[in-house]
């Protein structure tokens, strides 16, 4: 009995061993060109400055510290959170309807409701944030369309500030949370809510005592999702912000790339992600509560 | 008195006439099946009973109550899913509490009731429980319970078994017939299995392509089929073709067939000439072997009696049985059912006899 | 009575639902139909009203050297990117699904990082890398890379998920008729995954043409990618060449959308 379980254990070994080199190249790439670099931001960032090279002899806190000690960093980082927490917000409450009537639709132009989903998150960023720049400028499309209903006398600053940046990142990213929300939604069974209505519920409270709590997940992962990529977006604040809607991306890649101060630059890049990962923690203890009755 | 009544009603869908001028009078307490293979309706009828689906034409009305427009909620149903659709957000005393909160029963009141309708279903103790903590069977009677705990007017079952396996599926049948006596509540439960339908109901409606073929008991539609495809798919049947040659009285026949002149039961009113099957069940026909037969003499079984002979061309043995293919001098081929060992063999000549009684004239 | 009214209400609330989310559909599409609509207009301004059809901003376009250039760099470096993610995504993906037994959580974690991080944090970590291995962005070779390494999981998924989706019993079958190893992947497997590594070519192809912080960071001196030259250029000018360049930008895209939607279907996406 034993040689008989034996056999096929010893030619699976075999497979595995001849099959490694199938995952070799693309370990080489991520381990060698992602997971590595990664590491050289920390060390970056513990680099001493200098004036004649990108980094000096030695290595120390100063970046973390002076930065930590910057009124105007403060400023950036507190409005930076502030564009990501309204996005995330009203990306949620305009793509949660969303998500829901494609879930539901049976029509035939779903699959064209879908492209008008999918088509802006493939979309270049630089593109679209083009667009909205035809839209908010000052005389662009929405103040031209406002001044022609008679509903402002001049021109509204929609552009160069975070007003701005809020809308276009809400576009931009929109699809983000539509995406998650549209294969939870679609995995919650439909005789769910027939169950509901059988009981007697109408279809607000089988939305809100049966759908919602089932769609925590989708939720969930949709607003992380939303929120870290508009704290960590760049293209978008670089174009349509102006100096008013400037966030920490921005800062960092002038650090880098205009000021040349790469320690510098680092550390507030590690800041970053730290107050995004804590964010994070936090936002995931707290919706924990709310999906630890589900499967 | 009826207490549900659905009354010709009709569903299209764009060209596909799902339900044709479907009538069912439902009367108080009574289980009645929707029995038919996929597509033939029974589904649409269940949710248009359960408002998911609102008739193009006619009325569905719960007692006195029209509810043809009435949405689901506004219905007073219970309805267990084949996929039990139970909420896996909530415990089982949460599930079972659903319908109470709806319906604003005081919080003592729902207690009680769960805790009663949890010892029915005998699941006691098992009100903290989260679905997917429980066994398909489990999971089957919480969804009975939550259907049940309502009180509503009418139970709608939609295929609740399928999903269970064989053992569990046999037990559960009496569990939930016994169940629906206890409560007394007019119950309508749509199936594929004949099997289930035939142990459960009191009536059944055998359905296919959008129409009733037959509404009757489990005896009616099992002795006296409506057509050749009711017969068909409730049990095994064999048919003899031939014509009328005469009435010999209300209901029985003399049929002239390629095998010789049968004695058969039939309904009222069909006229000598007409072409007819004649429908033998395999458990209802005699088997002698021709030798054994001649040594008897034939009169034994009174007049009434048909017999037939042909040869053996196959056998199964089946456990408790063995079912036999017959070839008759005809052509015609003949499935019987034969208890006990089986002394008859492939090639054997054999005599068939049956009563005219189990016998029933389909219209061809 | 409540029956009736309550029936009025609902269609009301229907309406209001449609309305709304027509609505967010509008937004959605809105800003990427205004630019095609511009980038078509024969006047002079990026604004409102249209005054007529003309193709005299993509004529401006394909007149500018620079913007040539920067297209068929941004083609190469997709068309690079794609065709090595091909090859090592869809074997990567193979291995996973086929023969990582204790690490494949972590193997796949790996696989699909590159999209969990923000791709400014991968453009910042991989040029302090280049400039610390001595590469640095002197030569293309640390922007090709930088879209090599945030377009990989784009092919790695697609093809996992067709792997997910292929009944595993026909390749025990081929083998049991008879084919060897190679044989039965390239007839069968194979066959079977296509629709998954052509989805995942065209996602990378289309991300890659698309993707901005690794050009901006890694770009060698000289040569710029087509997202950077409508970046740079739109510092200075605010005229329609820009929306033609946003335009061609957009047909591409499109143009891939239609390939996935009718060969595979978009729904099959993963990302």
Redesign the interface.
């Known amino acids: 009995m034993s040689a008989v379980e034996a056999a096929p254990r010893i030619e699976s070994r075999s497979n595995r061993g001849s099959a490694t080199w199938m995952v070799v190249p693309a370990l080489v790439l991520l381990i060698g060109f992602f997971a590595l670099p990664y590491l050289t931001i920390i060390t970056m960032s513990l680099r001493e400055a200098s004036t004649r090279a990108v980094y000096g002899e030695g290595f120390t806190l100063a970046h973390y510290t002076s930065a930590l000690r910057d009124f105007y960093i403060w400023g950036i980082l507190g409005r930076t959170l502030l564009i990501g927490a309204t996005v995330t917000v009203i990306s949620l409450l305009l793509g949660y309807p969303v998500a829901y009537h494609l879930a539901k639709s049976r029509s035939r132009w779903t699959s064209l409701l879908y492209i008008f989903v999918l088509s802006p998150l493939l979309v270049g960023l630089v593109v679209r944030t083009f667009a909205w720049m035809i839209i908010l400028s000052n005389n662009g499309v929405a103040n031209q369309a406002l001044q022609a209903v008679g509903l402002i006398d001049f021109p509204l600053q929609l552009m160069n500030n975070s007003l701005g940046v809020t809308i276009a990142l809400t576009h931009v990213f929109l699809p983000f949370i539509i995406l998650p929300l549209l294969g939870n939604l679609q995995a919650i069974s439909p005789d769910l809510a027939m169950a509901s209505r059988s009981l007697g519920a109408s279809r607000m409270r089988t939305f809100w005592k049966v759908t919602l709590p089932l769609s925590m997940p989708g939720i969930q992962a949709g607003t992380i999702l939303v929120f870290v990529l508009s704290i960590s977006a760049y293209v978008t604040p670089a174009m349509l912000g102006g100096t008013g809607g400037r966030t920490m991306s921005v800062l960092v890649v002038q650090y880098l790339v205009d000021n040349f101060r790469w320690p510098a630059g680092a550390a507030l890049a590690i800041i970053m992600a730290a107050v995004a990962v804590i964010f994070v923690g936090l936002y995931l203890r707290l919706t924990a509560r709310a999906m630890r009755r589900l499967p | 008195m009826t207490a549900l009544t659905i009354d010709r009603i009709n569903k299209r869908y764009g060209n596909l006439h799902i339900l044709k001028d479907i009538s069912i009078p439902i009367g108080q307490g009574e289980f009645v099946s929707l029995l038919g293979p996929s597509g033939c309706g029974k589904t649409t009828t269940l949710r248009c009973i ?3 689906e609102r008739p193009d034409t006619g009325r569905i009305l719960f007692g006195e109550r029209d509810v043809t ?6 219905r ?4 267990v ?3 039990y ?6 415990t089982v005393a949460e599930n079972l509490s ?2 109470l909160e ?2 604003k029963v005081a919080p003592a009141d729902r207690q009680r009731r769960i805790a009663d309708v949890l010892a029915m279903v005998r699941l006691e103790g098992y009100d903290k429980r ?1 679905p ?1 903590e429980l066994s398909g069977g489990q999971q089957q009677r919480v969804a009975l319970a ?2 049940l705990v ?1 009180e509503p007017s009418v139970l ?1 079952l939609d295929e609740p078994l399928a999903n269970l396996d064989a053992t569990l599926r046999d037990e559960m049948r009496f569990f939930i017939r016994d169940l629906q006596q206890r409560v007394g509540i007019t119950s309508i439960y749509v199936t594929h299995d004949q099997a289930e339908a035939m142990v459960m109901s009191d009536k059944i409606v055998v359905m296919s392509a959008g129409t009733i073929s037959q509404f009757g008991s489990p005896r009616e539609i099992y002795e006296r089929p409506a057509s050749q495809s009711v017969a068909g798919f409730i049990g095994r049947s064999n048919t003899i073709g031939g014509k009328i040659a005469e009435a010999l009285g209300q209901d029985s026949y003399k049929v002239e067939t390629p095998c010789g002149s049968i004695g058969a039961t039939g309904p009222a009113g069909l006229s000598r000439g007409a072409d007819v099957k004649i429908m033998i069940r395999p458990e209802n026909i005699n088997t002698r072997s021709q030798a054994a037969a001649a040594g008897q003499g034939a009169g034994e079984g009174g007049h009434s009696d048909n017999v037939l002979s042909g040869s053996v061309v196959n056998s199964v043995y089946q456990g408790s049985a063995n079912q036999l293919a017959v070839k008759l001098g005809s052509g015609d081929r003949v499935i019987v059912d034969v208890n006990g060992r089986n002394p008859l063999e492939v090639g054997e000549q054999v005599a068939l006899r049956f009563a005219a009684r189990d016998t029933w004239l389909l219209a061809s | 009575m409540t029956r009736a009214s309550s029936g009025v209400e609902k269609t009301i609330w229907d309406r209001l639902f449609t309305v709304l989310v027509a609505a967010i559909y509008i937004f959605l599409m809105f800003p990427i139909v205004l630019v095609v609509l511009l980038s078509f207009n024969s006047g002079e301004f990026l604004a409102f009203p249209l005054e007529g059809f003309s193709l005299r901003w993509f004529e401006a376009l394909f007149s500018n050297k620079r913007f040539l250039d920067a297209t068929l760099y941004s083609i190469r470096i997709a068309a690079v990117s794609t065709v090595v993610n091909a090859v090592i995504g869809t074997l990567a993906a193979i291995y996973v699904a086929r023969h990582a037994t204790v690490a494949r959580d972590y193997i796949r974690l790996i696989m699909t990082a590159p999209l969990l991080v923000p791709e400014i944090l991968t453009a910042i970590a991989l040029l302090f890398y280049f400039y610390e291995i001595r590469i640095g962005t002197d030569y293309s070779i640390g922007i090709q890379i930088g879209h090599i390494v945030v377009t990989f999981p784009y092919v790695f998924l697609n093809v996992s998920s067709a792997l997910f989706n292929f009944d595993r019993s026909q390749e025990e079958a081929a083998r049991s008729l008879g084919a060897g190893g190679w044989m039965t992947f390239r007839r069968v497997t194979l066959p079977a995954i296509k629709p998954g590594i052509i989805t995942g070519c065209l996602f990378a192809f289309v991300i890659s043409f698309d993707i901005f912080n690794i050009s901006l960071l890694l770009k060698s001196l000289g040569s710029n990618t087509l997202p950077l030259e409508l970046f740079d250029y739109l510092r200075f000018n605010f005229d329609p060449t820009a929306a033609a360049i946003a335009s061609l930008s957009i047909f591409m895209t499109f143009a891939a959308i239609l390939i996935i939607d009718r060969t595979v279907g978009l729904r099959s996406l993963r990302f």
């Not at chain 2, 007073?76 to 309805?79: F, L």
């Not at chain 2, 659709?85 to 909530?90: E, I, T």
């Open positions: 359960a408002g998911f427009r009435a949405l689901p909620e506004q007073d149903i219970g309805m899913f084949q996929s659709a139970l909420f896996p957000h909530m659903f319908g709806v319906r989260y997917r939550r259907a309502i709608l």
